[in-house]
């Protein structure tokens, strides 16, 4: 069963992704967790538990592309996950745009630090950061 208007946002790459929780109908969202992904290897259990205690009636997967827009190597990868994702769990996935994600996630983290609310060692929080962000741009 599904929570109405939730979502799970992902930011994927080759070693780590990064996941958020979101709430479409107030277009708020938090960064949750880094999941491993080894190279291509996605870390199915963790993301199963993560899709079991969110109930999500949809998932966002950062797609990411050049600068001038042009789909890269990573863009497939990302597409690929968000396939396998939809498909096992029986729940759209949307692709967005995520140019930039990563340079405010960064931002975000260094005013954060700056504020005393970060701390150097909390740096791998930075993926789900990112996509956290790719949920409140989807939103």
Do not use: Y
């Not at 599904?2 to 938090?30: E, Y």
């Not at 880094?34 to 997967?61: K, Y």
Request: with cysteine.
């Amino acid at each position: 069963m599904s929570t109405p208007g939730r979502a799970l946002g992902f930011d994927v790459g080759r070693k780590l992704i990064g996941v958020a929780v979101g709430q479409r109908d107030v277009g708020t969202a938090r960064a949750l967790a880094t999941v491993p992904a080894r190279g291509g290897d996605f870390d199915w259990a963790a993301i199963d538990g993560l899709v079991s205690d969110w109930q999500p009636e949809c998932f966002v997967v950062g797609l990411p592309l050049a600068l001038d827009g042009a789909e890269q190597p990573m863009s497939a990868f990302a597409r690929r996950f968000a396939d396998a994702l939809a498909r096992r769990h029986a729940r759209p996935a949307h692709l967005v745009d995520e140019r930039h994600t990563s340079q405010e996630a960064s931002r975000r983290f260094a005013r954060a630090r700056a504020l005393g609310g970060a701390k150097r060692k909390h740096a791998a929080d930075l993926d789900a950061l990112a996509a956290q962000i790719i949920l409140e741009n989807w939103f």
